[in-house]
């Protein structure tokens, strides 16, 4: 089969209207994936999934409150075979504050947690600060998931309101 010169020209204007297409399609993922604002690689949960250690030639990452850290040093690597490496490649928060792996990958909002968990969760989250190097951070956490404290329902809050209005009225009718 010979080629032609119109053959050639119809691929390269194939390529030509195509490559645009495709930039506008991929590069809103890879400007996420890849931007580093603040020195921190943007990354999304499906991404940290891949660093779960499966990959030797990868490297070992775990979230913690959106903050992903590098483990692969830690007792998370698969090749030192540690207790711990079902929680790589996931966001631990929940988990650690609970201290249960099997909940690794739990987006339970953090308001749910008792004074202890969260003071157990403040000190995982200060020794991984000064143990492993923060890498990046997730951006497509669960909306409410890092909400630490629990809200005050809506109808206490305008009680509590009335109150202090009445407080007020019998206060100056005195």
């Known amino acids: 089969m010979e080629w032609e010169l119109k053959d050639f020209t119809s691929i390269i204007l194939s390529l030509v209207l195509l490559l645009p297409l495709a930039v506008i399609y991929f590069a809103p993922g890879l400007i996420s994936m890849f931007w580093k604002k603040d020195g921190l690689q943007r990354m999304k949960l499906c991404e940290l999934e891949m660093f779960d250690g499966s990959d030797s030639q990868l490297p070992i990452f775990v979230s913690l409150k959106g903050k992903v850290y590098d483990v692969s040093d830690g007792p998370y690597s698969k090749k030192k075979k540690q207790q711990y490496c079902d929680l790589s490649g996931k966001e631990i928060g929940y988990a650690m504050a609970l201290n249960q792996r099997n909940l690794a990958g739990d987006f339970t909002p953090l308001s749910t947690l008792t004074k202890e968990q969260r003071k157990t969760l403040k000190q995982v989250e200060k020794v991984y600060e000064r143990k492993y190097k923060q890498i990046g951070q997730i951006v497509d956490l669960p909306k409410g998931y ?29």
């Open 146 to 174: 890092l909400e630490e404290e629990p809200k005050e329902p809506e109808n206490k809050q305008v009680k509590s309101k009335k109150k202090k209005k009445k407080k007020k009225k019998k206060s100056t009718l005195r």
